[in-house]
Structures are given as structure tokens and as C-alpha cells.
């Protein structure tokens, strides 16, 4: 059976989330309809018959792979993969995503791996969608991983560093980009609003990119 548009957008959208899970896919591709749960499972049943895409049932609504994504069906990295999603939802609802990488590589592991690169508002940001407790040192390790990634020169200007996360780390502002923190998006947008305003960096020029 030839592949429809939706069937295609929802593959491409499972190889760049890495995973997804039933009732995202139904916010995001079937949202016009009136039973979109529905006829998502419908869809994403007749895919996966097909070969098209990976399940797993370790998850209740199950969860989806993209053809071509190896991750092991019961990975913890699942629930990671699941919060930038849930962040990507998140920010669309405020606004245009003009551009939206998931753990994109700029260069030579043991350098920053974002979890995310955003461009939103004519404005570049890496985020780091922090779920789990960081000690100090963990952080300071991390921000040093940025900083060495900034002396690189791979990205002009450098994207502001924003930390998602319940909690606050003690990050000094001696660094050569802006680094902020909030516990989401959301909240990050609405700080913003009786505070300063953040200044505009656009789309970076990348000299050099691993991977994407």
C-alpha cells in the first residue's frame, strides 16, 4: 500500500523525535479529526503491519520508532526523548518554530550535546531539557562542555543556553553567551516579560556539522 502524505510526515517526525507516543501523534497529525486517538491507533496499526515504523508495548498508550531509529524498547533514554517532544508541543503553542533539531552533533563527542537546537523568534537557543537532578559539579562540567564548544568557532554568533528544569543551578554569567533557566518553556517566556529582554540571535552560520 502506497504511503499517504500523513503516513510520511509521521515517519519523518519519528526519525527526528526518535520516539513518540500514541497521543502525541495524535495531537500533532490528527487534530482536524474527531476521534483523533482513533484514528491514530487505526493509522499507526496499519504502519506498523507494514514494516513502515517500530512499537513498543512496555508502554501504555504504546510508543513508535522511526524505521531506522535503534533504541531498545524499553530504554530509559525513552522518557528523554519523550520530554523534548513534549517540549517541542509545548512551544509550538507559542508561537513559530522556525527551526527545531533533536540532540543535533556539532562536532567531536565530549563537547556540548544539546539536547536541542531552536531557533524561535529570529532567535537561536540550545536547551537542555533537564528531568533529572544534576549535582553541582555535574552542571559546572556540562557548562564547561559549552564553553569549550563556544572556543570552537564552529557557530556564528553562538545560540543563548537555556536550562529546562525543576530545579536551580548556581551558573555564574561570566560566560561569552547568555545562559538561562526556567522550569519550562512557558515560564521561561513569561519571566521575560517584566524582565530583560532577550537579545536577538540569529540563525548561526556552522562552519563544520557532525550529524543532525
Known amino acids: 500500500m502506497m504511503l499517504t502524505n500523513r503516513d510520511k510526515a509521521i515517519i519523518k517526525d519519528l526519525n527526528k523525535f526518535r520516539v513518540m507516543d500514541r497521543d502525541s501523534i495524535a495531537e500533532l497529525h490528527f487534530s482536524n479529526l474527531k476521534n483523533p486517538k482513533l484514528a491514530a491507533n487505526n493509522v499507526l496499526l496499519r504502519l506498523f503491519r507494514d514494516g513502515e515504523i517500530q512499537r513498543s508495548n512496555a508502554f501504555v498508550p504504546y510508543v513508535y520508532f522511526g524505521p531506522n531509529v535503534e533504541i531498545k524498547k524499553n530504554s530509559q533514554k525513552i522518557s528523554h526523548f519523550l520530554a523534548i517532544l513534549n517540549t517541542y508541543k509545548e512551544i509550538r503553542q507559542l508561537g513559530r518554530i522556525d527551526t527545531f533539531l533533536v540532540e543535533p552533533k556539532y562536532s567531536k563527542k565530549g563537547n556540548a550535546e544539546p539536547d536541542i537546537y531552536l531557533n524561535f523568534r529570529k532567535t537561536g537557543f540550545f536547551i537542555e531539557v533537564q528531568k533529572t537532578l544534576y549535582s553541582e559539579k555535574q552542571m559546572q562540567e556540562k557548562m564547561e562542555r559549552y564553553l569549550d564548544f563556544h572556543s570552537l568557532g564552529i ?26 533557566q526556567a522550569e519550562s518553556f512557558t515560564k521561561f517566556m513569561e519571566e521575560l516579560k517584566g524582565n530583560t529582554v532577550v537579545p536577538k540571535v540569529k540563525q548561526p552560520s556552522i562552519k563544520r556539522v557532525v550529524s543532525s
Open 155 to 180: 557557530m556564528e554568533p553562538f545560540p543563548h543556553v537555556l536550562i529546562l528544569s525543576e530545579q536551580r543551578y548556581a551558573i555564574d554569567d561570566n560566560y561569552p553567551f547568555k545562559v538561562f
